[in-house]
T-cell receptor, first 112, second 110 residues
Framework: DTAVSQTPKYLVTQMGNDKSIKCEQNLGHDTMYWYKQDSKKFLKIMFS???????INETVPNRFSPKSPDKAHLNLHINSLELGDSAVYFC???????????FGPGTRLTVL | QKEVEQNSGPLSVPEGAIASLNCTYSDRGSQSFFWYRQYSGKSPELIMF????GDKEDGRFTAQLNKASQYVSLLIRDSQPSDSATYLCAVINYGQNFVFGPGTRLSVLP
């Protein structure tokens, strides 16, 4: 039984398209996150979100938007995809902001 | 200065040796410190966390924290080839933000 799951695992798409990545956690955690890991393997936080507060990393383009239908899900929508968006995107969750995080398996996004 | 710094490596050690991984952080108000391991093509997995100055041991792993020097390290005793991975240091800073270092690639040679 997977704790943090993401779909799809791989996503290949053309520049300019709009795509979504889904994330679900069954840990009962209150806080969820999205990270981007680029080709240099640097893991950079994009968003953190609980039911009450969305914290956006100010360097994230507004083409990226998180959407949370409920506490167990945090989806990532990306509009007008660019070549530089190619990376691995990880979803994570923690019981509270500030506690250890558990990561999903990642989604490798390739923009052609 | 980056908020969390690590040597990128690769750090190569022979099998059975002690691997020492180091991390420094800039926010003196940081309270919580984590070590994650990431195998190639996989997601980061938590190895240890430490909150207080001193050492914390878990099996072959020992985390060491020195808040005065703003330094946290991870020692891996009796290193095995299966320990070969990238090790990510993460810090929760004063603003309750989770910040990762760039990671150190460890290679344990049989």
């Amino acid at each position: 039984d997977t704790a943090v799951s993401q779909t799809p695992k791989y996503l290949v798409t053309q520049m300019g398209n709009d795509k979504s990545i889904k994330c679900e956690q069954n840990l009962g955690h209150d806080t969820m996150y999205w990270y981007k890991q680029d080709s240099k393997k640097f893991l950079k936080i994009m968003f953190s979100y609980n039911n009450k507060e969305l914290i956006i990393n100010e360097t994230v383009p507004n083409r990226f938007s998180p959407k949370s239908p409920d506490k167990a899900h945090l989806n990532l929508h990306i509009n007008s995809l660019e070549l530089g968006d190619s990376a691995v995107y990880f979803c994570a969750s923690s019981s509270l902001a500030g506690n250890e995080q558990f990561f999903g398996p990642g989604t490798r996004l390739t923009v052609l | 200065q980056k908020e969390v710094e690590q040597n990128s490596g690769p750090l190569s050690v022979p099998e059975g040796a002690i691997a020492s991984l180091n991390c420094t952080y800039s926010d003196r108000g940081s309270q919580s410190f984590f070590w994650y391991r990431q195998y190639s093509g996989k997601s980061p997995e938590l190895i240890m966390f430490i909150y207080s100055n001193g050492d914390k041991e878990d099996g072959r792993f020992t985390a060491q924290l020195n808040k005065a020097s703003q330094y946290v390290s991870l020692l891996i005793r009796d290193s095995q080839p299966s320990d070969s991975a990238t090790y990510l240091c993460a810090v929760i800073n004063y603003g309750q933000n989770f910040v990762f270092g760039p990671g150190t690639r460890l290679s344990v040679l049989p």
